[in-house]
Every structure is written in structure tokens, then in C-alpha cells.
């Protein structure tokens, strides 16, 4: 029973929704049908007083609108790199093109009249004689200083912008003990 009680209440709930909503837009349409009210000419009050314009002109522009912005800053002057480089005209040595890595110093020996000689072993086997002011190593190594004991060179890094940092290495023979 109380489930027929609740069933009916919900029936009048909704039938009194429904009632005098025919047209859910009714009230919409009569606004939009009924003619606007005619203007208050006392509202609107007097129009302002034109103003004069005022004539602007403009400074004829010392460069191009296309042109890149100029620096307000003042250009610094740039002086020439005068450090250590390579020589681009000389003809490279055989050890160049290996790295200095890879390259083995089985030997350095005094030679009566003749000075130091070293004797270093290419990645490809072969052993080459290398005496002071050669090329070794692909960071331009040049052989300053031959010992009994190793070789001394001075590579250039390059650091950028062209500039180069000279580096001492030492390369030492390489003993196996015996």
C-alpha cells in the first residue's frame, strides 16, 4: 500500500510541472515580438564638439626598417690571434695521423754526432725513426726533447674561435721488463 501511496504522490508531482508550460519559450517570443519603446530624446543629451586633429610628424629614419638593430653599445675592437698555431703550409709527418694513444716508443738511442733518435711503433706494425723538431700524434705534437727515457712534445688544442693552447706530453718507453 505505501508503495501505491508513493507511486500516486510522484504521478501529482510531475503533473503539476508540467501545467501552463505549453510553450517553454512562450515568454521568450513575446519579448522579442513586442516593438522596442521609441528613444527619450532627453537621454541621449547633445553630441560632443568635434576635436581639431593634431598634426604629428615624424623624423626621417637614418636606416632601413630591414636592416638589423645597430649596438648602442660601441664595437670592441678584435685583435688579431698573435699565439701559438699550426703551420697550415707544412707538409704533415707520418705519425699524424695516428693518435698519440695509439702510438708505442719501444726505444730512444744517443747516436754519436747525429744526437737522440726515437723509435716509435705505428698501430700498423711499422717502426719509425723520430728525431727533435718532427710531427707526432693528430694534435700537432712536435718533438722538442728526446731522452733516454721518453720523448717530450708540444701539442696545440684548439680552444675555439681559432685560438690554440699549446700542451706539454711526455711519452715514455715503453718497458716490458726482462
Known sequence: MKRVAAWAGLALILAGCGQGQE???ADLRRMVERPAPPPDDEAVGELPQPVEPTRVTFEALPRSPFSSIPSL???EEETE?????PDP???PGPLEEFALGSLKLVGTMNLPNQGWRAYVQAPDGVVYTVTSGEYMGQQ???VEEIG???VVLRELIARGEGRWEPQRRTVEVDSTGG
Not at 690571434?81 to 698555431?85: F, Q
Open 23 to 25: 510553450d517553454p519559450v
Open 81 to 85: 690571434y698573435t699565439g701559438p698555431k
Open 148 to 150: 733516454p727515457d721518453g
Open 140 to 142: 700537432y705534437g712536435r
Open 73 to 75: 653599445q660601441p664595437a
Open 89 to 91: 703550409d707544412r707538409e
